[in-house]
């Protein structure tokens, strides 16, 4: 009897190819599930990134929107004081507006300033004595400058609040 090695070497060979086949098939049904779930964790981790970004993109809107109204306010303030004042250097130039300033009796030197108590005064029987209308001109400018400066800081303070991350 002789031994058919060659029916052998054939059997263990589709043996060893059928067990190919099946690691192969088990390999590649673990593949695949390993590459749903990386596709599934890229996939929320993008929806995560672009949730993470339209609440940043939110959050600089919002501050771009309080940047703007506290710049509206800002300017309406600056524009008011320098209406305010062109009026009030108006009134002055043209003496309609007269500044005065209060005297103390003792301070008067011995100088006889005439009191003036108008009906619409607050202040009754007081030494008061009238600015001449360039020096009064100079007084309201330089207050001019002052509300500028300190609408001006009003204002940055402001634009420091709204970067200022919220406790």
């Known amino acids: 009897m002789t031994v ?29 599930e390993q590459a749903r779930l990386h596709t599934e964790t890229l996939n929320q981790m993008t929806m995560a990134a672009a949730t993470a970004q339209q609440v940043e993109q939110d959050k600089r809107l919002a501050l771009e929107q309080r ?25 002055l130039a ?26 619409g005064g607050v202040d009754h029987a007081t030494v008061r004595a009238e600015l001449d209308p360039t020096h009064a001109q100079r007084i309201v ?9 300190l609408i001006a800081l009003q204002a940055c303070q402001a634009y420091v609040r709204a970067l200022a991350p919220s406790r």
């Open 141 to 149: 400018a330089i207050t001019d400058e002052g509300d500028r400066g």
């Open 4 to 32: 058919p090695w060659r029916l052998i070497g054939v059997l263990a060979l589709g043996g060893f190819g059928g067990a190919w086949q099946v690691q192969d098939w088990r390999y590649g049904k673990q593949l695949t």
């Open 67 to 91: 940047l703007a109204a506290s710049d509206k306010t800002h300017s309406e303030k600056m524009t008011n004081a320098q209406k305010a004042q062109a009026l009030l250097r108006d009134r």
């Open 94 to 119: 043209t003496s309609n507006l007269r500044l005065s300033v209060l005297l103390n009796a003792g301070s008067a030197g011995g100088c006889s300033v005439p009191a003036t108590a108008g009906a």
